[in-house]
C-alpha cells in the first residue's frame, strides 16, 4: 500500500510543448548547453539553452552500431537502449546506459566516457568503457535503470533495477566507474517481482531520498505509473515513507500520480544546481505519446514536492 502526505498533492501540471522522450535521464550543463540522453536507438540525446526549448542532437551511437560486448551480454539486442544517466568525474561525463529486451532479466548496465558533450568540438568522442554489471536470473536485481548519486563526500553510488529481486544500490570506484572492489549490491526497494523501477537516488541536508516509480509503464493513455519516495540517512538505506514503513516492505510515500492529460509520470532525474527534476509522462490529448517535462523540486517538513 502507497502511503500518501496530502501536503504532496496539490496541482502540477500545465499546459506546454514538451519534447518527446522515454526515460529522460539527469539535466546536465555543459559548455552553454542543457543535455539530457534518454532512451532510443543510439542513445536520444537533446540539447537547449534555456531549458523550455529542446532540440535533437545526434544519438551517442551511430544506427546500427553498438559495443561489441553487448552481443555476448544481452543476445537479441537491436540497439534501442534504455534509461541512461550520467555524470562528471575526473574531468569527463560518465554516461551509464540499459541493455536488454522487454520482460527480460537478461540484461547489462554499459558505460561510455566523454571529455564532452559538445558534438561541435574536436574532442568529442564517446569511449566504450564496458560493462559494469549484468544480470541473468530473475530473482536478482535487472541490470536496467541506472541512476547515479555523488556523494558530499565523493563517493559515487549506483542505483539500478527494475522488478524482479527489486532495486538495489552499490558503491563504484570514484576512479573508474566501475563497481568498487569488494562491494556487494544492496536491496533498496521492492522484490519479489513486484512493479518498482526507475529509481533516482539524491542528497538533501542529512538524508538520501530515494525516488521511484510503481505501477505500468510504457502503455500510453493506460499506463499507471506513479512516482513514490522514501528517505534514509545511509545512501544503502533502509528507505522509509512517512510512515516509518520500508520500501522493501510495499512502502513508499505518493509524489506524483496521473493529472488531466499527464498520464503515468515517471523517471526522476535530478538537475541539483537549480533545484529542477526532468520527468516523463504520457499525454493524453496527443496520442498517448512519451513527452520529457522539467519541473521544480522543494522540500515541505522534510518530504519532496514536486511544482511549477
Known amino acids: 500500500m502507497v502511503r500518501m502526505l496530502s501536503f504532496l498533492l496539490f496541482p502540477l501540471w500545465v499546459l506546454a510543448q514538451d519534447p518527446a522522450s522515454h526515460d529522460p535521464s539527469t539535466i546536465i550543463y555543459d559548455a552553454g548547453k542543457y543535455y539530457f540522453f534518454s532512451t532510443g536507438n543510439g542513445i536520444t540525446v537533446q540539447t537547449s539553452t534555456d531549458l523550455k526549448n529542446w532540440q535533437l542532437a545526434e544519438p551517442v ?89 555523488q556523494d558530499t563526500d565523493g563517493r559515487i553510488y549506483l542505483t539500478y533495477g527494475s522488478y524482479f529481486g527489486g532495486i ?61 519516495v522514501g528517505r534514509s540517512e545511509n545512501p ?29 509520470p515517471g523517471h526522476v532525474g535530478l538537475l541539483k544546481e537549480k533545484k529542477l527534476v526532468s520527468i516523463h509522462y504520457y499525454d493524453a490529448e496527443d496520442n498517448g505519446k512519451s513527452k520529457q517535462r522539467t519541473v521544480r523540486l522543494h522540500f515541505k517538513k522534510g518530504w519532496p514536492v514536486l511544482s511549477e
Open 61 to 149: 551511437f551511430k544506427k546500427g552500431t553498438w559495443p561489441e560486448w553487448v552481443n555476448a551480454s544481452v543476445p537479441g539486442f537491436k540497439g534501442h537502449f534504455w534509461a541512461p544517466d550520467l555524470l562528471k568525474m575526473n574531468g569527463k561525463y560518465y554516461l551509464y546506459y540499459s541493455c536488454s529486451t522487454f520482460g527480460s532479466s537478461t540484461s547489462a548496465l554499459g558505460l561510455a566516457t566523454n571529455v564532452t558533450l559538445d558534438q561541435k568540438s574536436p574532442d568529442y568522442q564517446w569511449k566504450d568503457e564496458g560493462m559494469v554489471i549484468e544480470s541473468k536470473d530473475r530473482k536478482g536485481f535487472n541490470a536496467i535503470d541506472p541512476s547515479l548519486l
Open 236 to 264: 544503502l538505506g533502509p528507505f522509509l515513507d512517512a510512515e516509518c514503513k520500508d520500501l522493501t516492505r510495499g512502502g513508499g510515500t505518493l509524489v506524483l500520480r496521473t493529472s488531466g492529460r499527464y498520464i503515468g
Open 168 to 228: 538495489g544500490t552499490v558503491e563504484l570506484d570514484a576512479s573508474t566507474g566501475k563497481v568498487k572492489a569488494g562491494a556487494s549490491v544492496t536491496k533498496v526497494a521492492g522484490g519479489n517481482m513486484s512493479d518498482w523501477e526507475a529509481a533516482c537516488l539524491i542528497k538533501e541536508g542529512q538524508y538520501y531520498y530515494l525516488f521511484a516509480n510503481n505501477g505500468q509503464c510504457c502503455k500510453g493513455v493506460n499506463s499507471t505509473y506513479y512516482i513514490v
